[in-house]
């Protein structure tokens, strides 16, 4: 297998305590050839400056280590909100967030694509993702530092961005600028609706999404099964094969030409790092 051909597996990470007095020997315990990780509460709002002693550690250990690190920005974070302090404060979000990139040696950071919330504001709320987006993207391009990975999300609520069709319209708000990449989650891609479980479901997904977004655009992958129902439009994550997706879905994913190179990251339940070793060995087994 040549490098261009590989498909990093790992997990999102702990980084409580110390970036990576927490993170480095988890990536160990669990086999991860790629990191995810907060670099501020997940559902708050709060943006820490970080240690400057563990992002030196940090970096420098997955850089020794060949592991790819990738930020995954707070979940509150929803540039099309109808309310202008939430905007706001996404904005800020996003771009304490690629700071942070930057001094950890990340290649992205990853966003949910938000939501306008109410029925009237969606129109509005795509000139709020193109204003609040631009001159991120800009300076990040600028400065050559981290990329933008957009999320679509599992629907519902006036989503922006669910099934992998609708990339298409949000990336054209910002002109499909070079700085904003895409991250697909097929637990979400499942609760929006694609029968990823069927056979060639995930095949056609990708397919879909190589038309809709083009080649090059996809950064990252989140592999994580679903305890509901396909087109559910909730986000409750499962062990890989072990949901309603099931491990066929996971092999046709591990395989498809588009995945090719791109990073794979696990967000499923674990005991410790016992549930994310399981899974990204799972994965490494169904990789070429």
Same mark, same amino acid.
């Given at each position: 297998?040549?490098?261009? !051909?590989?498909? &990093?597996?790992?997990?999102?990470?702990?980084?409580?305590?110390?970036?990576?007095?927490?993170?480095?020997?988890?990536?160990? $315990?669990?086999?991860?050839?790629? #990191?995810?990780?907060? =670099?501020?509460?997940?559902?708050?709002?709060?943006?820490?400056?970080?240690?400057?002693?563990? !992002?030196?550690?940090?970096? !420098?250990?997955?850089?020794?280590? /060949?592991?790819?690190?990738?930020?995954?920005?707070?979940?509150?974070?929803?540039?099309?909100? &109808?309310?202008?302090?939430?905007?706001?404060?996404?904005?800020?979000?996003?771009?304490? $967030?690629? @700071?942070?990139?930057?001094?950890?040696?990340?290649?992205?950071?990853?966003? %949910?694509?938000?939501?306008?919330?109410?029925?009237?504001?969606?129109e509005a709320?795509?000139?709020?993702?193109?204003?609040?987006?631009?001159?991120?993207? !800009?300076?990040?391009?600028?400065?050559?530092?981290?990329?933008?990975?957009?999320?679509p999300s599992?629907?519902?609520? @006036?989503?922006?961005?669910? @099934?992998?069709? %609708?990339?298409?319209?949000?990336?054209?708000?910002?002109? @499909? %600028?070079?700085?904003?990449?895409?991250?697909?989650?097929?637990?979400?891609?499942? $609760?929006? /609706?694609?029968?990823?479980?069927?056979?060639?479901?995930?095949?056609?997904?990708?397919?879909?999404?190589?038309?809709?977004?083009?080649?090059?655009?996809?950064?990252?992958? %989140?592999?994580?099964?679903? *305890?509901?129902?396909?087109?559910?439009?909730r986000d409750?994550?499962?062990?890989?094969? *072990?949901?309603?997706?099931?491990?066929?879905?996971?092999?046709?994913?591990?395989?498809?030409? =588009?995945?090719?190179? =791109?990073?794979?990251? #696990?967000?499923?339940?674990?005991?410790?790092?016992?549930?994310?070793?399981?899974?990204? $060995?799972?994965?490494?087994?169904?990789?070429?």
């Amino acid at each position: 297998m040549t490098e261009t !051909d590989c498909r &990093p597996v790992g997990s999102h990470t702990p980084a409580s305590g110390g970036l990576a007095r927490a993170a480095l020997p988890y990536v160990d $315990a669990a086999g991860s050839e790629v #990191v995810q990780v907060y =670099v501020s509460n997940s559902r708050g709002w709060a943006l820490p400056p970080g240690d400057p002693a563990q !992002d030196i550690l940090f970096r !420098d250990g997955c850089a020794e280590r /060949g592991v790819p690190v990738f930020i995954h920005a707070s979940l509150l974070v929803n540039l099309g909100s &109808p309310t202008p302090a939430t905007v706001e404060r996404s904005t800020e979000t996003l771009a304490h $967030a690629l @700071r942070r990139g930057a001094a950890i040696g990340a290649r992205g950071v990853v966003f %949910h694509a938000g939501s306008a919330v109410d029925a009237g504001h969606a129109e509005a709320a795509m000139r709020q993702v193109r204003e609040s987006l631009l001159p991120l993207l !800009d300076a990040a391009a600028a400065s050559g530092g981290p990329k933008l990975l957009v999320e679509p999300s599992a629907g519902g609520g @006036r989503s922006l961005a669910s @099934r992998v069709e %609708h990339l298409g319209p949000y990336l054209d708000a910002v002109d @499909r %600028h070079p700085w904003l990449e895409v991250c697909f989650d097929t637990c979400h891609a499942w $609760a929006a /609706g694609h029968d990823l479980a069927a056979a060639g479901g995930m095949s056609a997904t990708l397919d879909t999404l190589l038309a809709t977004v083009g080649p090059g655009r996809l950064t990252l992958v %989140h592999a994580n099964d679903s *305890k509901d129902l396909c087109g559910s439009t909730r986000d409750r994550h499962e062990s890989i094969g *072990k949901g309603n997706l099931g491990e066929p879905a996971f092999a046709e994913l591990m395989t498809h030409p =588009v995945t090719a190179g =791109v990073p794979v990251v #696990v967000e499923t339940p674990t005991e410790k790092h016992v549930g994310h070793a399981a899974d990204i $060995a799972a994965l490494k087994r169904l990789r070429p």
